[in-house]
């Protein structure tokens, strides 16, 4: 700095202040030079603003006004280009156009752009040719070959410069490191490392068996070298597969169908492989699949027999006799050498021994006779062995079905014993009777019922055919009176419809009881019912206190009569006779009940001859009942019969029933002396009593004792 006022006398004093005043500049106080004090970096403080004063040395004042100046730093190239980054990563497919960009690296320089060249930066490739290149203007990276093969060399190491002074002699310049991976693209197909393939198997490999692995290998990575396998081709192509192992990208090959060594030995399968992922670019470079051959051999095992049927089905007739062959059963050795077969059936599944098979020709044939009834099926097995080879052998199982013969009546269902009301109306429904049957007819069962031909003209009852397998029995007229006829017993044929036709019969037991309107069962007979069949344990009871009365009757007459033999007279007083009459109460039938003793007779003996008795026998009924011989041309007839005459003519018998006694004594009896019982009433009701009705064991005890009247059992 210079003042005008400075006359070089040494009387002016400059003084400096502002940025770096004192520290980066000072000035020469005498002479007005500046000098800075330490190197200056432009890229730090381009430029500093200072001022300057010019004073009187002596005074201190100042000469002239304060000016301002600044003082610029001016840029030398002392910066060299940077890159952003030291070491940068790309990729790019393999097999890439010429040209394709890759990567732009960048690079700075703190220099001064503006000033000089020192900031022009131009980049060039230091390493990594000839594969790539760099754009010097710009850092793009660009592919520089074609077909840069990932297989061959997938890893690139290029190293770019960036020189700034546009690249002079003399410019500074830093490098980078561009690591270039090359990524896959399916451009190799691929390929069986043999063309063909053998492999061996056994005959009774089982389904899914699996033979073997073949590989074809692929170049390239990841899915581009993913691989199917198929069987294009082969007269295998039905007996095997082939499936693709997904981690090892192997084809497994598997038996699919049982294979026979007897009928094929040896096949032969044409695999494909292929690429799962393909890429159009190359698809017409080559075909990306390989083909190869397999030979499949198959070795022969040893094999037990076979049946022609995974089971036999055999119907057979019920009727069939003892020895009937039902059905045969074939097995072969499948072996080349066909060893000859036996058959046996397993005894576990026919215990009961009713079937066996012909050893050498298979037959099974019946050792029982059949019955459908009682197994409808018999299911057995068959074993079939090698006869030289025992170890060699199978089983089949054979269902025999043993066929309906119509061998069976059929049956009525219902026990066989019904009633008719006494007040029945003709066309009454009083049973309906049905039938079952064992057999099964395929169409089912249809039954006619029909009346025996010794009853087909039956008046009372009727038989209507339902049709439906069952059948009414109607009355045919009305007034079934208990008193007529107790029991209607109507035979009954029930047949089926197949073929042998089959039939049985039963007999209905009809009872007469009497009903109220309604056609409730009243009361019925009891004396008709069998003992076991319908007596309610009242009516036994009845029945037994009437026995046990009856032997003590006979015991008191047996003492009695002892006592008697003495007297030969035959009547007795009034109070003897007393001492053997037991008495007991009848119920008569009520007032509806006309036929029962008239207790009127009693009381006017006139009356006898208004009503037939019941419990005096006239004697024309009497005769004709005799007619039954029971003690023919003895002694003991003739008497009784004469005594019976003499008492039934004797006007001073007693009026009503009467009791004579025989005191004979029988030809050689066992018993010391015989009597009948004794009833001499002589003219008084109230000697006038009942028995019981005693039924036929009464008339064979009397019959025992010489007789009474043998049909009327009072
Ligand atoms: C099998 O052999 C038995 C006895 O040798 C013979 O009775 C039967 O008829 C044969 N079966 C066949 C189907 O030839
Ligand atoms: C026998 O086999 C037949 C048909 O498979 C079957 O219907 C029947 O129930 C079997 N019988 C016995 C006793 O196993
Ligand atoms: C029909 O009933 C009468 C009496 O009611 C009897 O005498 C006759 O024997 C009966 N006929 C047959 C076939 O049962």
């Not at 910066?79 to 790309?90: G, L, R, S």
């Not at 198997?201 to 089982?206: D, G, M, R, W």
């Not at 099926?377 to 060699?392: D, G, L, V």
């Amino acid at each position: 700095l210079h003042s005008s006022q400075d006359r070089g006398d040494g009387s002016v004093k400059y003084i400096l202040s502002g940025d770096g005043a004192g520290v980066l500049f000072i000035i020469d106080e005498n002479t007005g030079d500046i000098h800075a004090t330490k190197g200056l970096d432009r890229e730090e403080k381009s430029y500093y603003l200072l001022r300057a004063q010019a004073v009187d040395k002596i005074t201190g004042r100042p000469l002239e006004p304060e000016s301002e100046f600044i003082i610029k730093i001016h840029d030398i190239n002392d910066n060299e280009p940077t890159f952003t980054k030291e070491m940068y990563t790309a990729n790019v497919p393999e097999m890439s156009d010429i040209g394709t960009f890759v990567l732009q690296v960048t690079a700075t320089d703190a220099d001064d752009p503006a000033y000089g060249n020192s900031a022009k930066i131009v980049y060039s490739i230091l390493q990594g040719q000839p594969y790539f290149s760099v754009e010097p203007e710009t850092g793009i990276i660009r592919t520089a070959l074609p077909d840069m093969n990932r297989e061959t060399k997938d890893q690139y190491l290029v190293v770019i410069q960036a020189k700034d002074m546009a690249g002079q002699l003399g410019g500074l310049s830093g490098t980078t490191t561009v690591n270039i991976t090359l990524t896959d693209v399916n451009d190799n197909p691929p390929q069986f490392t043999q063309s063909m393939y053998q492999v061996s198997t056994l005959e009774s490999a089982p389904i899914g068996f699996s033979l073997g692995r073949i590989k074809a290998t692929d170049a390239d990575i990841g899915e581009n070298a993913e691989v199917t396998y198929n069987i294009i081709d082969g007269d295998g192509m039905e007996m095997f597969d082939i499936i693709t192992d997904k981690d090892t990208q192997e084809g497994i090959i598997h038996v699919k169908k049982p294979l026979d060594f007897e009928s094929k030995r040896l096949y032969s399968l044409k695999v494909e492989a292929m690429n799962t992922k393909l890429e159009p670019r190359f698809l017409h470079v080559a075909p990306f699949k390989d083909i190869a051959t397999i030979r499949v051999t198959v070795e022969d095992v040893d094999e037990p027999p076979t049946f022609n049927k995974p089971y036999y089905t055999i119907e057979v007739d019920e009727d069939a006799k003892e020895g009937t062959i039902v059905g045969t059963i074939t097995a072969q050795d499948p072996d080349a050498s066909k060893n000859p077969v036996k058959y046996s059936l397993d005894r576990h599944t026919d215990l009961d021994w009713i079937f066996n098979v012909h050893s050498e020709n298979g037959s099974i044939f019946t050792l029982k006779s059949l019955d459908r009834e009682t197994s409808p099926w018999h299911n057995i097995s068959i074993i079939a062995t090698e006869i030289n080879n025992s170890k060699q052998s199978n089983q089949i199982p054979v269902y025999i079905k043993v066929l309906d013969i119509n061998d069976h009546a059929p049956e009525f269902v219902i026990f066989m014993e019904t009633f008719v009301c006494d007040n029945a109306i003709p066309g009454q429904l009083i049973q309906t009777i049905s039938a079952v049957d064992k057999d099964e007819p395929p169409g089912g069962h249809r039954f006619f019922f029909e009346m025996a031909p010794e009853a087909t003209r039956n008046p009372n009852f009727t038989i209507r055919d339902n049709k439906d397998n069952t059948a009414g029995i109607l009355t045919r007229r009305k007034g079934y009176y208990q008193s007529r006829v107790n029991t209607y017993l109507l035979p009954i044929i029930v047949s089926d419809n197949d073929y042998p036709v089959q039939s049985s019969t039963s007999t209905l037991t009809i009872q007469v009881c009497t009903c109220d309107s309604a056609g409730n069962l009243q009361s019925c007979n009891t004396e008709v019912m069998s003992l076991p069949a319908g007596l309610s344990t009242g009516a036994l009871f009845a029945i037994l206190f009437c026995i046990v009365i009856f032997l003590t009757v006979i015991l008191i007459l047996f003492a009695s009569s002892k006592r008697q033999r003495k007297e030969e007279p035959l009547t007795f007083s009034k109070d003897d006779v007393r001492d053997n009459i037991v008495t007991y109460n009848d119920e008569g039938g009520g007032e509806a009940d006309t036929k029962a003793f008239d207790i009127g007779t009693l009381r006017n003996p006139k009356a006898i001859d208004n009503k037939l008795r019941r419990d005096i026998i006239p004697e024309a009924i009497l005769s004709v009942q005799q007619t039954v011989p029971l003690w023919q041309s003895t002694d003991v007839r003739a008497f009784i019969i004469q005594r019976l005459h003499e008492n039934d003519e004797d006007p001073t018998a007693p009026p009503y029933d009467s009791l004579a006694t025989y005191a004979y004594e029988g030809n050689d009896s066992m018993v010391e002396s015989l009597s009948s019982l004794e009833s001499i009433s002589k003219d008084e009701s109230q000697d006038y009593d009942f028995l019981c009705d005693w039924g036929p064991q009464f008339k064979k005890l009397a019959d025992m004792y010489g007789g009474v009247d043998s049909d009327r059992d009072s």
